[in-house]
């Protein structure tokens, strides 16, 4: 007060005079992006459980938590045929609040088709871009690298991906990915950053252990 005080009478003001800024209430909204490609329909060893019916599980849980702390969320979910055909499913979006059609949509996903996971990001990013929070964040589930049957070098679909990334950043959009494939290391820091993935070795274990990562990543 002193300080604005000075300023005004045109004198020089205090200079032990600091600003500081915190968040007090959470103010952020989250899309949920989860790919359903073909080999989601494959079984967790040592199990009868597809990796698509965990995945569904997950997101279920990861929805009601979400409903619970009164966070804007939508949840997306994507498989590709080509270039020219990404399929992008609208699970839930945002500003609806009916879980019980939520959960119902969820079971009826399928996995089928390839992972053109740089298109998907790219409209998930044109998604969540809308909403006005101080705090926007892509959560990619994927159980493996990206690819495409019309492309044979693999490397161009994970520089696509990665390129992907960082034109969200720059949107100021935060992208985590949760990955379930055991040779994810490989991809998934060059896609998403050393520090902006985590590695499921237990894919029985998403269910889980989703719920309790997005309060993590959301403090």
Do not use: W
């Amino acid at each position: 007060i002193r300080a604005m005080i000075d300023h005004r009478a045109g004198l020089p003001p205090d200079t032990r005079l600091y600003e500081t800024q915190e968040m007090r209430a959470r103010d952020l909204s989250v899309l949920a992006l989860l790919d359903i490609s073909e080999s989601t329909r494959d079984r967790v060893r040592d199990t009868t459980t597809t990796v698509i019916a965990l995945e569904r599980a997950a997101a279920a849980l990861l929805a009601q938590a979400m409903a619970d702390l009164g966070d804007p969320f939508a949840l997306h979910a994507f498989c590709s045929n080509g270039r020219e055909e990404v399929r992008y499913y609208r699970v839930k979006d945002f500003g609806e609040d009916n879980l019980a059609v939520v959960k119902a949509r969820l079971a009826g996903l399928r996995g089928m088709l390839s992972t053109r996971l740089g298109a998907a990001l790219r409209q998930a990013g044109e998604e969540i871009e809308a909403q006005a929070t101080h705090r926007k964040l892509v959560l990619v589930i994927t159980d493996g690298e990206p690819a495409d049957i019309d492309v044979a070098d693999k490397r161009y679909l994970v520089e696509d991906a990665r390129k992907a990334v960082q034109e969200l950043a720059r949107q100021g959009v935060d992208v985590f990915c949760v990955g379930l494939d055991g040779g994810g290391e490989n991809y998934l820091p060059r896609i998403f950053g050393p520090r902006n993935y985590l590695m499921i070795n237990r894919v029985e274990a998403l269910p889980e252990k989703l719920p309790m990562l997005y309060f993590r990543l959301t403090i």
